[in-house]
């Protein structure tokens, strides 16, 4: 799973990529329109992971795992260059971004359209995005439109259905809303899904607040599907991410920090993706995997090693919870709470499966 971390300059991008990966970039603001990719792959903390590394105390200990892009240099007009090469290509190889919107005051950080304003700077890189899409769509439409004219009856039957569906994001976009905000079927999710569409893509909207404690009550109404707002103060979380366990309990102490900025974002970034861990134990390794909430156990086979996948039989399941109570994987077996599953199964947040393959 990867996700760009967006925003405008000075927004504080870089301060939320250092409290989420623990490095110490520079955060020095970039030209606008410079563009600039910082990358890192970060474990997803989960305490079930702990728990169930200290029971069956293995060899390796693996955590399911997150990359984050810092990506600099998006602004105002950003899109009249149709968003080309690598910015386009960084940004359409997300599953999704998350946007750090500046809340704080501080003058020797000037804000590049000199008051803050958080629901202006969303709606500017959002008309951004909803601008290169339509650019896009039109010349998607346009070739579609060519094959119809050249190829006449002989015409592939796949042209008009893909039409319709592009005359529909059309719609969508010229009525200035997100794609994500259209109800499409799989199928068509699959037909668009090489283009790499912005405005389609899960957006979890980052409040980056100040150090003044008024800071607290600056909220953002984003009504639309796929999104999620929440609020932290960057500054101080970055700080955090560079200090050991027991002066971050002190400091996190002092500012009332009950949560750090990592755990809260990551998790709902795994909300907003639909994305769920499960889990594969024993004495050689205890590990988190990421699967999409709904997949079957023959796709959490997969997301093991696709040999898993090709030649499953059965998955055992055990429920975390259960484990936990039963205290050991022989007394949950005892208690006939371990379950043999099929191909139609779907994997839940959590579960603890163990693939039978013939391979």
Known sequence: MRLGIIGLPNSGKTTLFNALTRQNLATAAASSGQFEVHTAVVNVPDPRVDRLSAMYNP?????????????????????????????????????????????????TV?????????????????????????????????????????????????????????????????????????????????????YGFLSLKPVLIVLNLGDDPGDSAI???????????????????????????????????EYGITELSAARVIRLSYELLAIQSFFTVGEDEVRA??????????????????????GFIRAEVMKYDDLIAAGSEAALRASGKLRLEGRDYVVKDGDIVHIRHSS
């Open 219 to 253: 909220t953002l109404h984003y009504d639309h599907r796929q999104s999620a707002v929440v609020a932290l103060r960057g500054k101080i979380e970055a700080e955090l991410a560079q200090l050991d366990a027991a002066d971050a309990a002190v400091f996190m102490e």
């Open 289 to 310: 995997w990421s699967i999409p909430v709904g997949a079957t156990a023959p796709e959490a086979a997969g997301a093991i090693h696709s040999d898993l996948q090709k």
């Open 59 to 107: 060899r390796k200990t693996i955590y399911a795992t997150i990359t984050y892009a810092d990506i600099g240099g998006l602004d105002k007009g950003i899109s009249q260059g149709g968003l080309k090469g690598q910015f386009r290509q960084e940004l359409a190889q997300a599953d999704g971004f998350v946007h750090v919107v500046r809340a704080f005051q501080d003058d």
């Open 110 to 194: 000037p804000h590049p359209y000199v008051t803050v304003d958080p629901a202006r700077d969303v709606e500017i890189l959002d008309a951004e995005f909803l601008l290169s899409d339509l650019v896009a769509v039109e010349k998607r439409l346009e070739k579609l439109h060519g094959d119809l004219r050249i190829r006449g009856k002989t015409v592939d039957k796949a042209v008009p259905i893909e039409l319709e569906l592009m005359e529909k994001l059309k719609a969508q976009l010229e009525a200035d809303r997100p794609l994500r905000d259209l109800e499409l079927t799989a199928d068509e999710l699959r037909l668009i899904r090489g």
